[in-house]
């Protein structure tokens, strides 16, 4: 069964630090990885996607990898602000006889504070 | 910038009743999706449709849910005969393209509850 596994399950730093949020996945065939941010009570909003031959991404302050020998992916979030504290949610999605379902990992909820 | 709207923003039924929740996705885009997330769980996928017509749907979609773009705009779900397990909060999401390195455009959500 196809899985995506995130941790940690939640994350406190302080304004201005650097974080790491890691995901494995058990996706196969696999098509793409994607991360999410999703604030509380809203609809996930992309950050980035990445494909099999790309293993590394970004979107500003994000930085997403990805090894897709070892199915695993990191998102790295520099120089943290409060506006980052949300749920983030790493998505990979399967290929194959038409289906291109996304499977949605737990998600960490990270926390800036002042 | 475009987005995808959903209505109503919150949903409250009683057990047994049918429910329409209607999403207007991002207007050039031609494939259609419906989500949901039970409170503290993983968003799960529900149905994927494109050209009138279901692409994809996953085992929670049975026979209670329905989809249905009745017109050139709105996109919405019903589900029949509601049950309390049905409450969560459900995204419809759209894309312009499907597949291989596509961005899902999610609506905000309607949070359903089921009395």
């Known amino acids: 069964k196809n899985q995506v596994e995130q941790s940690p399950q939640s994350l406190i730093i302080l304004e201005g630090k650097n974080c790491t949020l890691q995901?494995?996945?058990?996706?196969?065939?696999?098509?793409?990885l994607r991360w999410y941010k999703q604030d509380t009570g809203r609809g996930p909003v992309s950050l980035t996607i990445?494909?099999?031959?790309?293993n590394t991404k970004s979107n500003g302050r994000y930085t997403a990898t990805l090894d897709a020998d070892t199915k695993q992916s990191s998102l790295h979030i520099t120089a943290s602000q409060l506006s980052d504290s949300a749920s983030y949610i790493c998505?990979?999605?399967?290929?194959?006889?038409?289906?291109?379902?996304?499977?949605f990992g737990k998600g960490t909820k990270l926390s800036v504070i002042p | 910038e475009p987005e995808v709207t959903q209505t109503p923003s919150h949903q409250v039924t009683q057990m047994g009743q049918e429910v329409i929740l209607r999403c207007v996705p991002i207007s050039n885009h031609l494939y259609f999706y419906w989500y949901r997330q039970i409170l503290g769980q993983k968003v799960e996928f529900l149905v994927s449709?494109?050209?009138?017509?279901?692409?994809?749907k996953s085992e929670i979609f049975d026979d209670q849910f329905s989809v249905e773009r009745p017109d050139g705009s709105n996109f919405t779900l019903k589900i029949r005969s509601t049950k309390l397990e049905d409450s969560a909060m459900y995204f419809c999401a759209s894309s312009g393209a499907r597949g291989f390195g596509e961005t899902q455009y999610f609506g905000p959500g309607t949070r359903l509850l089921v009395l």
């Open positions: 449709f494109y050209n009138n017509e279901i692409s994809e």
């Open positions: 995901c494995n996945y058990t996706v196969s065939p696999f098509s793409n």
């Open positions: 998505v990979v999605s399967a290929a194959g006889a038409g289906s291109y379902q996304l499977t």
């Open positions: 990445m494909t099999f031959s790309e």
